[in-house]
């Protein structure tokens, strides 16, 4: 079993407990709590979105369990949120145009120099897509700018923070640069994810240890 089908296993498990109000029960808890606290240590400091919902079930569960125990009724209160600074692929905003009204009001937002200028170059052209790219600029430009950040990165930074891949070509060197823009952020200690829906670049990105997400499962993971 890998470990997302053991946190929705452990998840309903906890759902399916009474509540509080109605006594919740202590010693037959006490061996779903022990499963609950191993899965967290290995993997509750998860940044995936898809673990996000379970991921609170288990720490209420065991917030209950905890309290029951002491005789005490326990309040549960919303963590705060998780700021995630999010590098988004031009191709996504191919795909939706509304990507941005889409993203939690404390994401960051984070626009590379080289997604800004591939609109910008769209842009000069009379077609659907330079249309459609001139609405994606606007949308841009309206974007709240605390919740914007400008990032640019040379090829000399890209080669440092990616030193195992080698720019072939022009294309190549696009996506080593977002991924180098996620890369410097993740060794920022900021909880960075990549937004993209081009598999090969996810597939460089997990090399890399980088979360990237294309847009069915970032929307599905929200």
């Known amino acids: 079993m890998n470990p997302y089908d053991l946190l929705k296993k452990l998840a309903r498990q906890c759902l399916k ?30 940044d995936d979105p898809k673990y996000r919902n379970e991921i609170q079930i288990l720490r209420d569960f065991l917030l209950l369990h905890e309290t029951a ?8 209160s919303e963590p705060p949120a998780k700021r995630f600074y999010l590098v988004i692929d031009t191709n996504i905003f ?5 990507i941005l009204s889409r993203l939690s009001e404390h ?31 606007t949308t841009i430009r309206q ?40 890369k410097r952020f993740l060794l920022e200690k900021k909880p960075a994810q990549l937004l993209s829906n081009d598999f090969e ?15 069915q499962e970032f929307l599905t993971g929200k």
């Open 17 to 46: 407990k009474p509540s509080f109000s109605k006594k919740f029960p202590k010693d037959e808890n006490k061996q779903l709590a022990v499963q609950i606290k191993s899965w967290l240590e290995q993997y509750g400091s998860s």
């Open 69 to 76: 125990l002491q005789g005490r009724v326990p309040v549960l």
């Open 94 to 98: 191919f795909h939706d145009e509304n």
């Open 107 to 137: 994401d960051i937002f984070v626009l590379t120099q080289t997604v800004l200028d591939e609109l910008c170059n769209q842009a000069k052209n009379k077609d659907l897509l330079g249309k459609k790219s001139q609405r994606i600029l």
């Open 143 to 182: 974007f709240p700018a605390e919740r914007l950040l400008r990032a640019q990165i040379n090829r000399a930074e890209a080669r440092r923070f990616l030193p195992q891949f080698h720019t072939a070509t022009s294309n190549d060197e696009c996506d080593h640069r977002i991924l180098a823009v996620t």
């Open 201 to 215: 670049l996810r597939q460089k990105a997990a090399e890399l240890n980088i979360t990237a997400l294309s847009l």
